[in-house]
């Protein structure tokens, strides 16, 4: 399977804990976004790299969250003292190039993420 | 605020009809509409890219049209499938300082019975 792929897929975490999510994008992909979605919604953008670097956080992103992308390959988001509020599907998506030339985002299946 | 509305929030079909879904938005400064077809516990995935000089595009029997001018678009499925069953929803892109960011819709959630 060459597209992106999320792990795990499903997580349940009690109130407090800490939890990390992998993203491998598809592999020539040099941007990286991570979005949150819950149900019934669009999906809300949290982050995105440009190969390793971090270029934009968005104000949903408290300073629970974290995410790396050391290498320019893979990434991860780390979620601290995780809240209920935080459950929801996490989604990385990848794409090529310059994001203005209208490339296209491809999307993994998401980690689905409850706290209990 | 940049936002985006689709209409209907759900619909349900029989097997072989057509149905045509709607998005209103009200971005700018606007780069490009997107329509993602999402399975349930899936992630999206890209049916088709327009920018503004577009008014229609077609991938299959999926057809997206565009009017830049009342900012508005839909999104024809003809002779539906079970498995167009999913939700479709209505993005659309945002042009600031070379910076793009996309502006999601909540959807519309399509059920096809057979």
């Known amino acids: 399977d060459t597209g992106v792929s999320q792990d795990p897929r499903h997580k349940i975490t009690k109130r407090g804990q800490n939890v990390t999510f992998r993203c491998d994008p598809i592999?020539?992909?040099?941007?990286l976004y991570w979005y949150r979605q819950t149900l019934g919604q669009g999906p809300e953008f949290l982050t995105y790299f440009q190969n390793e670097a971090q270029l934009e956080k968005s104000r949903l992103l408290s300073d629970r969250f974290s995410a790396e992308r050391p290498k320019g390959s893979f990434s991860t988001l780390e979620i601290q003292r995780t809240e209920q509020g935080d459950s929801a599907m996490y989604l990385c998506?990848?794409?090529?190039?310059?994001?203005?030339?209208?490339?296209?985002?491809?999307f993994g299946s998401g980690t689905q993420l409850s706290v209990l | 605020k940049n936002q985006v509305e689709q209409s209907p929030q759900s619909l349900i079909i029989l097997e072989g009809k057509n149905c045509t879904l709607q998005?209103?938005?009200?971005?700018?400064?606007?780069?490009?509409l997107r329509w993602y077809k999402q399975d349930t516990g899936r992630g999206p995935v890209s049916l088709t890219i327009m920018t503004f000089s577009e008014n229609t595009k077609s991938n299959g029997r999926y057809t997206a049209t565009l009017d830049a001018d009342t900012k508005q678009s839909s999104l024809h499925i003809t002779a539906s499938q079970l498995s167009d069953s999913a939700s479709y929803i209505c993005?659309?892109?945002?042009?600031?300082?070379?910076?793009?960011?996309?502006?999601f819709g909540t959807g519309t959630r399509l059920t096809i019975i057979p």
């Open positions: 998506a990848s794409s090529l190039g310059y994001f203005g030339t209208n490339e296209k985002l491809f």
């Open positions: 993005v659309v892109s945002v042009s600031n300082f070379g910076n793009e960011k996309l502006t």
């Open positions: 592999s020539e992909h040099n941007r």
């Open positions: 998005c209103n938005y009200t971005v700018s400064p606007f780069s490009n």
